[in-house]
Each structure stands twice: as structure tokens, then as C-alpha cells.
């Protein structure tokens, strides 16, 4: 989830034809949630749809959804964003998440439910502030809810929490994951049983923090740049409780098709936030956003640590600064989840949505305007 000054936000994509319904739920109102009819954009343009599809909640605000598919339905662990009331800047302190809201859905294009707060701030014991962008796993039994947030000392750990019920509630554990750090966890499990968490996030994510392997406070906030090679997205593998690393956390490669790590000068290539890896005819997907040039862009690789080679774009800017997504196969068809900034016009203040993800015969995925 990228956080940044909104001066940049990317131009919002208009030509693109409406997929898939709106489908809404109505929970309780609460301060937070969208003032009806209050600033969302024009859903149309001169007769023809503004977006390529509509938000799948509108009574509070959600972004990052990562999706998961348990017993046959649809469940997505979005962040929840509020209007905190905190000046933006490039570290991102105007997201100052407090919550996680849990959605369900039995079908594409079906009802959305909400189902309340599944973990709140003041229950995890370390934390300090800023609850970003979630991811959940099922292993035994249990669900887990991995997540990012500050410790006391303002900087990002990884935390996990569970729960017997994929909505939760969910409780945290004590203390974070050993060894964790930066933002945007995402964890899969391969077909061998083994789960593997992939993570990291440049700028307030505090990614370019740990280019020594501990925390330094006094790293430039936006390095490296120019011909330097592009900070890599992290790796490791989960131990049997899904609740520590098994092993040293990895630099993931990103190359490309001449096997060069890509570079920082890339922006429109190399790894900002958000990483997400499915798997698809034997071959490992790792797509990520590349932040300030508003892509969400995907590599492959044979292993699931890597090296991974960029191969393309999978969706262009939506309206907003940030873009997050994650990808999920459901009844025969793949569909990508993302975000964008329609209800409010605020990159702060988000909304999710879903649309098919669709490739080509060699596996290549087809680019969405959305």
C-alpha cells in the first residue's frame, strides 16, 4: 500500500467498458464510512462507464484486498481506511489504520458481507500504530492473519494473529515474528505443503531501512536510485506453526530477459510494494506495484523464492496514488482484487473491487485498463 504525497496521483483510465456489478452490504454506520453522495466521482463519461467495475463495499472504506479462497467461498482481508485527520507525507502517517474488517462473498458479482472488526489496535500487545495492508493463511485447523504495524519504536514488524473462524475474531500473539520487518506481507502455500511469506515495502515502508540487515534510522528515505541495483522484495519460509520463519529471511531477484537484476532507474519495472505470488501450470507469478509509477507488473520463475523475470503489466494506473492487489482462482476462472479511490476522490480513503484476470495461451497475462 503505497503512501505518499496525493500530488502525484495517477491519471484516471476512462475508456474502459463496465465488468462486473456493483454488489454492496449495509453494515452499521460509523464515522468513517462514506458520505452518501458526497464528492465520488461521475460513474460515467459522456454515456459510457468511468470504471471498469464498482466498489464491493460502500458503507466503510477498504483497500489492499488480499483474497483467499476456504470452504468454497470468497473471503478478503482488506485494510480499512479512515480519515484520521493527519497531513500527508511521504512516510505515509495519514494512513494511520486502526482496525481490520474482514468481507465474504459466495460468488462473483454476489452479496459482499461485512463482517465487523476481526482485530483492533489496541489488542495487539506490541504495536504502536498503523495497522497496513493484511494477508491470511489456513493450515490445521486454524486461520491466520499476518500483518504489518509499528512497534513502540515506530518501526514496521510483521504480527500474527488466529482464529478458528476465517472472519475471526482474531487473537495476536504477543510479540512479532522474529526476524520480520517492512510492509505488505502475502503468504503462499505451495503444493508440497510448504508456506513461504514474501514482503517488503520501499519509502514509508521502510524497506531501504534494512540494506544492512538491521534497522537504520538515519537511511535516506528514497534510496537507492540511478544505475544501483533495485531493493528487492523479501522471502522466507514459514516454520510448521505458521508462526515463525524457518529459516533466514532472502532477498528475492527480479531480472530481466537477459537475466540483469533490474535496476532502481526502472520505475516502471522494479518492486515498490505490495507483492503477491500465485501459482499457474507449474510456473511461480510474483507481481507486485511498482509505487510511483503506478503499475501493477508480474515476473516468473520456476522456484518459489526465485529469480523471478519481469515479463509485463498486468493492470495500468487506476484513480489514486496507490495500487494493491491480489489474486485468487475461484470456480474455473481467475479474478484480480484491487483498489482504487472512486467513492472518495482521496488516495487515502479507498475502495475494493474484482475483476477476471485473463492470459493468453503461453500463460502471459492480458494488461486491464481499469
Known amino acids: 500500500m503505497l503512501r505518499t504525497l496525493a500530488s502525484h496521483r495517477a491519471a484516471l483510465l476512462l475508456a474502459a467498458p463496465l465488468a462486473l456489478a456493483a454488489c454492496q452490504s449495509q453494515p452499521t454506520q460509523t464515522a468513517d464510512q462514506p458520505a452518501a453522495g458526497a464528492t465520488a466521482p461521475a460513474h460515467t463519461t459522456g454515456g459510457k462507464p468511468k470504471y471498469l467495475t464498482q466498489p464491493l463495499l460502500s458503507s466503510i472504506y477498504t483497500a489492499d484486498p488480499s ?7 470468497i473471503y478478503i482481508y482488506p485494510s480499512h481506511d479512515i480519515e484520521a485527520g493527519i497531513p500527508e507525507n511521504d512516510k505515509g502517517d495519514h494512513f494511520a489504520m486502526r482496525d481490520y474488517h474482514i468481507l465474504s462473498m459466495d460468488s462473483i ?10 482485530l483492533d489496535l489496541k489488542d495487539i500487545p506490541w504495536a504502536g500504530r498503523q495497522l497496513w495492508a493484511p494477508d491470511a493463511a489456513f493450515k490445521n485447523g486454524t486461520y491466520y492473519l499476518y500483518f504489518p504495524v509499528k512497534d513502540k519504536q515506530d518501526v514496521f514488524r510483521m504480527g500474527v494473529a488466529t482464529s478458528s473462524s476465517p472472519t475471526g475474531p482474531f487473537k495476536a500473539d504477543a510479540t512479532p515474528i522474529a526476524g520480520s520487518y517492512s510492509i505488505d506481507p502475502a503468504v503462499f502455500t505451495d ?3 510448504k508456506a513461504y511469506m514474501y514482503f517488503g515495502g520501499l519509502w514509508g515502508g521502510q524497506l531501504q531501512r534494512w540494506q544492512t540487515g538491521k534497522y537504520d534510522a538515519n537511511a535516506p528515505e528514497k534510496k537507492p536510485d540511478g544505475n544501483e541495483p533495485a531493493i ?6 514459514l516454520s510448521a506453526d505458521m508462526k515463525h520463519f524457518a529459516g533466514p529471511v532472502q532477498e528475492i531477484k527480479l531480472v530481466d530477459e537477459a537475466g540483469k537484476p533490474l535496476l532502481a532507474s526502472d520505475t516502471k519495472r522494479r518492486f515498490f510494494e505490495g507483492g503477491w505470488l500465485h501459482k499457474y501450470q507449474g510456473k511461480y507469478y510474483f507481481s507486485y506495484s511498482t509505487g510511483d509509477t503506478h503499475l501493477l507488473v508480474y515476473a516468473v520463475s520456476n522456484s518459489p523464492t526465485g529469480p523471478f523475470t519481469y515479463k509485463g503489466v498486468i493492470m495500468n494506473p487506476v484513480q489514486g496514488w496507490t495500487t494493491h492487489h491480489s489474486i485468487v482462482e475461484f ?12 467513492l472518495s476522490g482521496k488516495t487515502w480513503l479507498r475502495n475494493v473491487k474484482v475483476t477476471e484476470l485473463k492470459r493468453n495461451p503461453d500463460g502471459s497475462i492480458v494488461t486491464i485498463n481499469p
Open 331 to 342: 470456480k474455473g476462472k481467475w479474478y484480480i482484487f484491487y483498489h482504487d479511490t472512486q
Open 109 to 118: 458479482g454476489g452479496k459482499v458481507t461485512d463482517h465487523g472488526v476481526a
Open 67 to 73: 483474497a483467499h479462497v476456504f470452504n468454497g467461498k
Open 191 to 193: 503444493t508440497d505443503g
Open 232 to 237: 528487492g522484495p523479501r522471502v522466507a519460509q
